[in-house]
């Protein structure tokens, strides 16, 4: 695998009690070697969202997923293991691996430092990510990646987004959601 691999995406709330008809969720991922790139783009009625204000002081913190978080997970192809990247508007972050599906969730070491960058005007939400792969991926080593968020609406109601929602229930851990390659 060489140069840049890259996939815009448009992701859909589960089940048809999503949130407001105004939200849009789309993006792109793109892989130039060992670096995974991530853009979010939340624009449309982003007033009936609930998002935590930004903090001067970003750190690594668990559960983002119980409010607004943006994810994305990505595994090997034909592997078990895989891994789970948390971003809150706020700044906060996290990077776990998983052994399995829902298996050894344990954070991946070696990320201490603020991860991605948050804007907001104009009724847009953007965030950006440029994040060195976990050391076990090889630069030309084939990904299934897939993407994800939370959006709590004003209400504390949440949704959830996915590129595709293959079961009865949001699950973002499911391989066969991992729809993009890299």
Do not use: K
């Amino acid at each position: 695998m060489s140069g840049t691999l890259r996939h815009g995406f448009d992701l859909r709330p589960f089940g048809a009690d999503g949130p407001s008809p105004g939200l849009r969720l789309e993006g792109e991922v793109c892989r130039e070697g060992a670096l995974l790139r991530l853009r979010y783009r939340l624009s449309g009625v982003i007033e009936t969202v609930q998002l935590p204000p930004p903090v001067a002081s970003p750190t690594r913190r668990d559960g983002l997923w119980t409010t607004t978080c943006f994810e994305c997970f990505w595994g090997l192809e034909g592997e078990r293991p895989y891994w789970e990247l948390n971003l809150s508007p706020a700044g906060h972050w996290n990077l776990y691996r998983l052994e399995d599906y829902r298996l050894g969730l344990r954070p991946e070491p070696g990320y201490d430092r603020h991860l991605h960058r948050v804007s907001q005007g104009g009724g847009v939400l953007s965030m950006e990510l440029d994040l060195p792969l976990p050391a076990p991926i090889a630069p030309d080593a084939p990904l299934q990646v897939a993407i994800a968020a939370v959006i709590e609406d004003r209400h504390g109601q949440l949704s959830y987004w996915a590129l595709v929602h293959p079961g009865a229930e949001p699950d973002f851990h499911r391989r066969d959601a991992f729809l993009l390659r890299l």
